[in-house]
């Protein structure tokens, strides 16, 4: 089956308790993105990645990390997490990025990861 | 940061009633697409749009993407409680070469 996989679903941690939420696709897709969804903000860029190696900023990219080293996982780090990052995660990926082939692709998202920092 | 405002943020009707969902923007894009998510899940996609004017239509869902491809509509006609959710859209902005996604309206619709 088609899908992305995230875990943790759930995560209570502490401030400046570094954690890494993993992420996985079995498309053999090259675009990978994450997206933070917080009440009437919608979802917010973090981080993607056009390919192995290959990862730019999104729109909030202050406090993340991220990494490409294998097509299929693209895990997001938070060496230091605060309360404000207290939000609902999403891994999403598609064929190619809007970036290379000006098309938009369908995005097929992960289930999701809640974050609570306290 | 180009913004995709949805409106309205929260829609609570009653079954077979029909409703309009607006997504505007102050920029062009050259494409858009509507995803929907429930909850405790990802949004999957609806439909995407990609020419100025374009109408789709998926059973009772039509999709409008205005002239000016600033713009878009979601219409439902007599709604269901299985479209309750939170329905998103989301422009690719070539100029800006982003892919940004609206704020979100919340539909309810009861029994």
């Given at each position: 089956e088609a899908q992305v996989t995230q875990n943790p679903r759930y995560l209570i941690t502490v401030t400046g308790?570094?954690?890494?939420?993993?992420?996985?696709?079995?498309?053999?897709h090259e675009y990978m993105s994450?997206?933070?969804?917080?009440?009437?903000?919608?979802?917010?860029?973090?981080?993607y990645s056009m390919n192995v190696e290959v990862t730019d900023k999104g729109d909030?990219?202050?406090?993340y990390k991220v990494s490409r080293k294998?097509?299929?996982n693209f895990p997001l780090i938070l060496e230091s997490p605060s309360p404000n990052q207290?939000?609902?995660?999403?891994?999403?990926?598609s064929l190619l990025g809007p970036l290379r082939s000006g098309r938009l692709y369908e995005q097929f998202f992960g289930p999701g990861t809640r974050l609570t920092v306290l | 940061?180009?913004?995709?405002?949805q409106s309205p943020q929260f829609l609570s009707i009653q079954e077979g009633e029909n409703l309009t969902v607006y997504c505007n923007s102050s920029s062009v894009f050259s494409s858009l697409q509507w995803y929907r998510q429930e909850p405790g899940e990802g949004p999957v996609l609806l439909v995407t749009v990609v020419t100025g004017g374009e109408v789709k239509k998926l059973k009772r869902l039509t999709f409008q993407f205005g002239d000016a491809r600033k713009d878009s509509s979601l219409h439902i006609t007599a709604a269901q409680p299985g479209d309750t959710g939170l329905y998103l859209c989301a422009g690719l902005n070539t100029g800006f070469q982003k892919?940004?996604?609206?704020?979100?309206?919340?539909?309810l619709v009861s029994p």
């Open positions: 308790k570094k954690l890494t939420v993993t992420c996985s696709q079995n498309m053999n994450w997206y933070r969804q917080d009440p009437g903000l919608g979802l917010r860029q973090i981080y909030v990219p202050e406090g294998e097509k299929r207290t939000s609902l995660y999403f891994c999403a990926s | 940061t180009q913004l995709l405002e892919l940004v996604f609206g704020t979100g309206t919340r539909l």
